[in-house]
T-cell receptor, first 115, second 113 residues
């Protein structure tokens, strides 16, 4: 079955440590997204990528970095500069058609906590 | 700019009650509208969508109609079940802003037997 796989499901970070969240999709989608979800705040866009080797900052990119070397992969690194990283992180993808009427498909998320 | 406003929760209903979750939007262009559902510890799943004015999206007994005149996309279900307990998100996608999605803050629904 096609879908989006996020790993790990739970992740713990020590102070001063960078951690990388994995996101892989086999839907052949061009566009991929990272969101952060905090209780009562909905989803906030961190980074997105519409094609391989290109990505743009979202609303809350500070303290995060991404890469898009392959179409199916869009890993997110939470750096030590992100002072409040505890959250639920969601990866999504979409076909990236210009019509704007295609839904985003989501992975099951990674919950990141500070030790 | 683009934004989505949902009614605040939490919402608690008895089984078989009628559900309405209000959603209104602001958009610079001609958006497509979506409802997503999130069960505990999981990602978001698409529930239904509508891509132009007066379209009605429906799925699993849920319905929502794209009302351009009132800029609304309210979610309704005639008879809720315990298994409908989840968080519901309204969202829009606007071609004029590069197909970015804009999400509401979510409405938590609990259905009690």
């Amino acid at each position: 079955d096609g879908g989006i796989t996020q790993s790990p499901k739970y992740l713990f970070r020590k102070e001063g440590q960078n951690v990388t969240l994995s996101c892989e999709q086999n839907l052949n989608h061009d566009a991929m997204y990272w969101y952060r979800q905090d209780p009562g705040q909905g989803l906030r866009l961190i980074y997105y990528s519409q094609i391989v080797n290109d990505f743009q900052k979202g609303d809350i990119a500070e303290g995060y970095s991404v890469s898009r070397e392959k179409k199916e992969s869009f890993p997110l690194t939470v750096t030590s500069a992100q002072k409040n990283p505890t959250a639920f992180y969601l990866c999504a993808s979409s076909p990236g058609t210009p019509s704007g009427n295609q839904p985003q498909h989501f992975g099951d998320g990674t919950r990141l906590s500070i030790l | 700019g683009n934004s989505v406003t949902q009614m605040e929760g939490p919402v608690t209903l008895s089984e078989e009650a009628f559900l309405t979750i209000n959603c209104t939007y602001t958009a610079t262009g001609y958006p497509s509208l979506f409802w997503y559902v999130q069960y505990p510890g999981e990602g978001l799943q698409l529930l239904l969508k509508a891509t132009k004015a007066d379209d009605k999206g429906s799925n699993k007994g849920f319905e929502a109609t794209y009302r351009k005149e009132t800029t609304s996309f309210h979610l309704e279900k005639g008879s809720v079940q315990v298994s409908d307990s989840a968080v519901y998100f309204c969202a829009l996608s606007d071609r004029s802003t590069g197909n970015q999605f804009y999400f509401g803050t979510g409405t938590s629904l609990t259905v009690i037997p």
